[in-house]
Structure formats: structure tokens, C-alpha cells
């Protein structure tokens, strides 16, 4: 609100000096130049919004408390900028970090389950707050909780995404992404672990923590690539899958569908 109280005081006054130095014969000014200068103006501001965006963005300190719940269900949404998960949430804490952009949650309870919906907040009109259409680089670090089990969507857009869940005991994983940058380290000892990764043109690198078995399956575009570790995953049919997969405790199953990007497990 401040912000935009600025701008448009900002391009009163300069009209306001157009017009009376044009009244005093300075310069030559009429009601035909007003709307190609505030279009400069405004192009002008917003250039200044996006090159200083990172210094303007609200970092929000926040946590989401566990309650007693014995299960989680999180899903994250998450557009432009870095979006770090780890372990590490304090205890009774499902979610604590640093938000930029500030964060959104809403949660609702059935039984022992917990679900948990987070996102940033409503940046408001775009006309009435202009450089929310150069909004981006909302950089977000949280932990989560590793006392419960937990399913995880991610739904992500231009940005970057390194999650770290060796700690966390997911016991699905979904992502969906546009054109981005992905890194995954997958859950240590989580038993099960579903994984469901589907993007455009993005790159997915995930890391299979040694001592787990994985099976690799899923739908490549044209344009698309695949790279697996065959030491550890020899392809079987269309698949890649390790040889103690079957009897493995901890394992993952992992299905991908990429556009024109490309998926890499290590």
C-alpha cells in the first residue's frame, strides 16, 4: 500500500510540473502528452520494480503447528524464486522457516489427519499495485517435521526447487512444475515412498540415498531426455529398476512425465 501510494504521488507531481511549467510558457505541454508520459512513467517504474524486486520483498518469519496429528497431507504452491525444503522443523512444529513474499495456510482436520494447503499471499490488483506484475523471486526456506509421516505435493512455476527429504518420512511425493530447475534427494527410510513427477520444460535431478531400491517408469516428450544410473538401476523393458527392489525396506517407486525438459536419478 505504501508502495503505491508513492507511485501515483509520484506521477501527480511530475504532471503537475509538466502542467505549470507548460502554463508559464517553459516548455511546450498539453493534455495530449499526459497519457504517453504516465506510460512512460509508469514502464519506467516498474523497470526500477523488477531490477530491485529482491530488495523490496517482504520476508516473513513463520511456523504451522503439528498439534497431535498422526498423519499430514502438504501441499505447497509456489511460483516464481527458490523454494528450499529440508528436515529440521522444531518440535510439535509441522513447518517453520523464513517466507518471502510472505505465506498463506490454511489446514483443516479430519480424524489424526492433518491437511495443510500453503502458498504466498494475494499480492492484490494488479493495476491498483503495479509492480506486483514483476513479482517473483519470493524466496521460501522451511523445514518440515519428521515426526509423522507426511504426503507432499509441490506445484511450482519459473523458479527453482531443492528439496532435501533424506530426513523426512514422505511417503508420497508429487511435483508439478513448469520451466524449472528441480533437485530432489528422496526419503532415507521411509519404507514406501511414492514419487510423481510431472513438468514442461524442466529439469528434475533426484538422488536415490544409497540403501534404497527404486523402480524407474514414465512418459518422455519428443523433446525430453532420461538419464538414470544403471550400476544402480539396470533397465527392465522400458523400466529401470533395482535387483532388490522387490524385497528392499526402504524403496521408491518413481513415475515421471516430462514435456520438452528432462529427469536425471542418480
Known amino acids: 500500500m505504501k508502495r503505491t501510494v508513492v507511485f501515483w504521488a509520484i506521477i501527480l507531481i511530475a504532471v503537475g510540473v509538466l502542467l505549470l511549467l507548460g502554463a508559464l510558457g517553459v516548455i511546450p505541454f498539453g493534455w495530449g502528452l499526459f497519457w504517453p508520459l504516465l506510460l512512460i512513467a509508469a514502464g519506467a517504474w516498474l523497470v526500477r520494480a523488477a531490477l530491485t524486486r529482491r ?3 517482504e520476508m516473513q518469519e513463520a511456523s504451522i503447528p503439528l498439534g497431535d496429528a498422526a498423519r499430514v497431507n502438504v501441499s505447497i504452491h509456489h511460483g516464481a524464486g527458490r523454494l528450499n525444503i529440508a528436515s529440521g522443523a522444531p518440535s510439535g512444529q509441522l513447518a517453520s522457516g523464513r517466507f518471502g513474499g510472505g505465506l498463506d ?14 502458498r504466498i499471499p494475494d499480492q492484490g490488483s494488479r493495476w491498483a499495485n503495479p509492480w506486483s ?7 521460501w526456506n522451511m523445514g518440515l517435521t519428521s515426526e509423522v509421516p507426511i504426503d507432499l505435493e509441490l506445484e511450482t512455476g519459473a523458479g527453482t526447487v531443492e528439496a532435501d527429504l533424506s530426513g523426512l518420512r514422505v ?10 530447475s528441480s533437485k530432489l534427494v528422496l526419503p532415507a527410510n521411509a519404507g514406501y515412498t511414492r514419487v510423481e513427477v510431472e513438468g514442461g520444460a524442466a529439469s528434475v535431478v533426484m538422488r536415490v540415498p544409497s540403501g534404497v531400491a527404486a523402480r524407474i517408469s514414465g512418459h518422455q516428450g519428443g523433446a525430453s531426455s532420461t538419464k538414470v544410473d544403471l550400476q544402480r538401476f539396470p533397465r527392465i523393458g522400458n523400466d529401470y529398476q533395482s535387483a532388490d527392489y522387490e524385497t528392499a525396506t526402504n524403496k521408491a517407486e518413481i513415475r515421471t512425465k516430462m514435456g520438452a525438459g528432462s529427469v536425471e536419478v542418480q
Open 55 to 57: 530488495g523490496v520483498v
Open 133 to 139: 506484475w514483476t513479482s517473483g523471486g519470493f524466496d
Open 105 to 118: 495456510f490454511r489446514t483443516s482436520r479430519v480424524g489424526d489427519l492433518l491437511d495443510v494447503h500453503m
Open 171 to 180: 511417503g508420497s511425493l508429487g511435483l508439478r512444475t513448469g520451466a524449472s
